[in-house]
Structures are given as C-alpha cells and as structure tokens.
C-alpha cells in the first residue's frame, strides 16, 4: 500500500508532471514563474487547493453522480455532469478558502495575494480530480496524488523560473524576444523531463 | 425525463448549498476592513512602484490608516496626491518636493576609454564581475543597462552615442529601482530643483590618476569648495560632494570648476 503510494507521488512529480508532460496549467506556467517567490507562493496555492478539491469532489463523484451498490452496478450514472460540478465545488471551495484564510490567517492569505482567486479555473485542478475519477483511485490515493501533482507544480514552476532568468538576461535574436523564446525553453525543460519516463517503476517496482 | 429533473435538481442544491455555505462564512467570517484605505488606494497614483517604501499602493493605504505613515511619500503622485490623502486622513499634507533619478556620471565614450573588450551577457552586473567594469574609471556608469531593465516607467536609458544611462526627468518618479539596481551606484535620488547642481562624478582616485583614465572626472582640486558661498560643497576621498540643503543654487561652483562636471541635472 505504502510502496503503491509513493509511485503515485513521485510518478505525478517526475514522470506524469501536470505542466512538463500532461500540458496543463500552462498559462500560470508561463505568466507566473517570472520571479521565484511568486513561482513558489503560487505552486503552494495550487498544491493546497489541489489536495482540499480532490478531497471534496471524489465524495461527491462517488457518492452522488456515479454511485454504485454493494454489488458493484451503478444505482444511477450522472457521470456526465462531472466537468459543471466539479467546477462549481472548486470555484465555491477557493472562495472558502479565501474567506478562512483572512479570518484566520492572515499572514498565509497576504502571501498567496492574488493567487488564490487566480486558481479557481485553473485547468490543473480541474485536471486532477477528473484525472483521479478516471484513474479508479481509492480516496486515499486520489489525494496523494493530488498532493503529488501539486508538488510536481512546484518542482516545474521553481525550475522554469531559474531556467527564464537565464534566457531573459540572454540577448535573443528580435525575432524570439519574450514569449517565443519563453516557449522555446518551456519545451527543452518540458523535453528534459521525458528522462525520467519508467525511473519511477524501476524504484518502486510498481 | 426523471434523470433530466435529477441533474437539473442535483446541479441547483450544490450550488443553492455552496451558496448559503458562503454567505454564512462572509457574515461569520467577516473582518472589518477601514474605508479610508480603500479611498486612499484609488486617490493613490497606482502605479505599485514601491519608493514610499511599502509593498505596493494598497499596502501604503494600509500603512498610512493603521500605522500613522506620512501622507506625502507616494512621489508619483506628488503634491496633488499628498493634499488629497491628507483631506481623507484630516491632516495637514506637509511638503511634497518630487524626487528624481541623477546618474552621477560624465564618463561618455568620448572622455574615457575602455580596459578590454566585453563579450557576455550584457548586464552591468556581469561586466562588474570581470576586474571591476570594463571602463578604465572603475567608479562610472557601465552602460549596460541595469537600471533601464530595473525602471517601471521607461524613464532611463543608455544612449548609444553616449554610452552612459541618462534620466528622462519628465517620466521619472523618483522610485529609486535604477539606485537600487546599479551595482557602481552611480545613481542618486534627489531633490528635484532646476538650479541647485551636482557633482555628476564618481571618481574617488587622486587627481592625477583621474586625469590619465577620464577628461570629465572629478580630480578634487577644491575650487568649487572655495568658490561656494555657502559652505555646501566638501571634497572627500578626492570627490566634491554638494549638500542639497545648503546649496542655494548660485551655480558659481558650476562656472569654476575646470573639467566641467558640477551640473544642474539636464532638464
């Protein structure tokens, strides 16, 4: 169990990576990861509203759209109303989240700032917990791989955000200025990161 | 037609629920927050650029409701600004005198020469790391434009034929990013007075050393210091240096001195 978990964790870190090799969250990506504290507050936003969304929507997937009995058949299959509801509980849960925070945390909520507000439409979290309906995982392992995708956010924004100080002190022919370059070295990075395909079933034996 | 009504019905009672859930956290949950910060917030100049000192505008508003932080630091906004918090605040404006960018510099490719060639990532920092700068006079303006990827305003710039930063004094906002930036600090923020001028030099070298590296450098021969009526000009590690509070702008200092780098900044 434990063995199975930590392959889902590092596969969603390294070789399932929710930007470098699934291609989600790309415009955070692109838009934040221009300084390396607003990178890192952003992918920490990202990583808590991925775990506290999945915790909420796969209840909801099991319990209410796509419920099964004991047997195992499906009680009634509402499974078409995922992609609408999933998105209203996230939008409602980052505007919660929003309210707590500057209740109780302030400090917390002053350094997400705009961030918070930014996510709830992100693709990413979206991602995630449809991702985690389609996969078969077990509650448990739905939030570790939440948690996972998360961290593999962080781990890409703080790498990018080096790599982009690099190439914005570089001189770039016109032409490649600003975003195209940008691009450019989003898929070397993206490209670095097809390495780690099959490391992490060699380690875990999964 | 029953699994139509069911969506229709499960897809209200979650948001009908989400709903309720967060009118009841924003009654139970809800921090007060002052309406002057966020009047002053929009009378600011919003332009986030940090030379009041605080994070950005809202954090000035905040700074100034909460913590009693002087009304007339928002130097964008200037004296127009100031006067219009102050009325949201009931108090008294104070002086706001602008402050501008001044690069302490008359090092241009013409008076001074470089060491070596460069050849790297073009940043004044980089060109630093290699024996101090490229230019024979360690203490000018590298050229490289450091402070015009710091500026928020497009307000300086290393001109081609000069190859020294100079200010746009109409755009400049006085934020101090540029002096922040400059890894010579050859950038000051001063006082904007269109008499009072400046020693636009560096040069901390004895005058001779100073002669051979630069045509425009400060050599300390103290004629300004004499020439001053007032007593504003000290000369310290072979550098004039002008007290702006002392300087009444007579500009005799600027007629003696013999290399010509005392200076109104250029308008």
Redo the contacts between chains.
């Keep these: 169990m434990a063995l199975k978990l930590a392959s889902i964790f590092f596969t969603m870190i390294l070789v399932d990576n929710y930007v470098l090799a699934k291609f989600l969250g790309i415009c955070p990506f692109l838009g934040v990861s221009k300084k390396l504290d607003s990178a890192v507050g952003m992918s920490l936003a990202v990583t808590f509203v991925m775990v506290v969304a999945t915790a909420a929507t796969w209840p909801?997937q099991m319990f209410?759209?796509t419920p099964t009995d004991a047997a195992g058949n499906l009680k009634?299959d509402?499974g078409y109303?995922q992609t609408?509801?999933f998105i209203?509980?996230i939008?409602?849960l980052v505007?919660?989240l929003e309210?707590?925070l500057?209740?109780?945390i302030p400090a917390l909520y002053k350094s997400l700032g705009v961030y918070l507000p930014l996510i709830t439409t992100n693709c990413t979290i979206l991602g995630v917990t449809i991702l985690n309906i389609d996969n078969g995982y077990s509650f448990i392992e739905a939030i570790v791989c939440a948690a996972g995708a998360g961290i593999g956010f962080l781990v890409a924004m703080v790498l990018f955000s080096g790599v982009r100080r690099r190439v914005e002190?570089?001189?770039t022919p016109k032409c490649f200025e600003g975003l195209p370059i940008t691009l450019v070295a989003a898929a070397i990075t993206s490209l670095s990161f097809m390495g780690f395909g099959g490391i992490v079933e060699s380690i875990f034996g999964v | 037609m029953d699994m139509i009504l069911m969506a229709i019905v499960l897809v209200t009672v979650i948001g009908l629920i989400g709903a309720v859930i967060l009118v009841a956290a924003s009654i139970v949950m809800y921090v007060p927050v002052d309406e002057r910060v966020e009047k002053i917030t929009a009378v600011l100049a919003g332009a986030n650029c940090g030379a009041c000192g605080c994070a950005g505008c809202a954090d000035y508003a905040k700074s100034i409701v909460e913590d009693g932080n002087a009304v007339n630091k928002c130097t964008p906004g200037g004296a127009a600004c100031a006067a219009k918090v102050a009325e949201i605040m009931g108090v008294e404006a104070g002086s706001s005198v602008p402050m501008k960018a001044v690069v302490a510099c008359s090092g241009t490719c013409e008076k001074t020469s470089k060491k070596y060639e460069f050849e790297g990532i073009s940043s004044c920092q980089a060109v630093k790391g290699f024996y101090g700068g490229d230019g024979i006079c360690k203490y000018g303006c590298l050229g490289y434009g450091d402070c015009v990827r710091a500026c928020a305003f497009d307000a300086i710039h290393v001109d081609p034929k000069l190859c020294i930063a100079q200010v746009d004094r109409e755009k400049c906002v006085g934020c101090g990013a540029c002096a922040a930036a400059c890894p010579n600090a050859v950038i000051s923020i001063i006082p904007e007075h269109k008499r009072k001028p400046v020693v636009l030099c560096q040069n901390k070298d004895k005058g001779a050393q100073t002669r051979k590296d630069c045509t425009a450098g400060c050599i300390g021969c103290m004629k300004c210091a004499k020439a001053c009526p007032k007593e504003a000009i000290t000369v310290e590690n072979n550098l004039a240096r002008i007290d702006q509070d002392k300087c009444v702008g007579c500009q005799l200092c600027v007629k003696e001195c013999p290399v010509g780098v005392i200076h109104p900044p250029k308008q």
């Design positions: 909801i209410l759209l009634w509402m109303l609408i509801v209203l509980i939008a409602i505007q919660l309210n707590v500057k209740k109780y002190q570089a001189v």
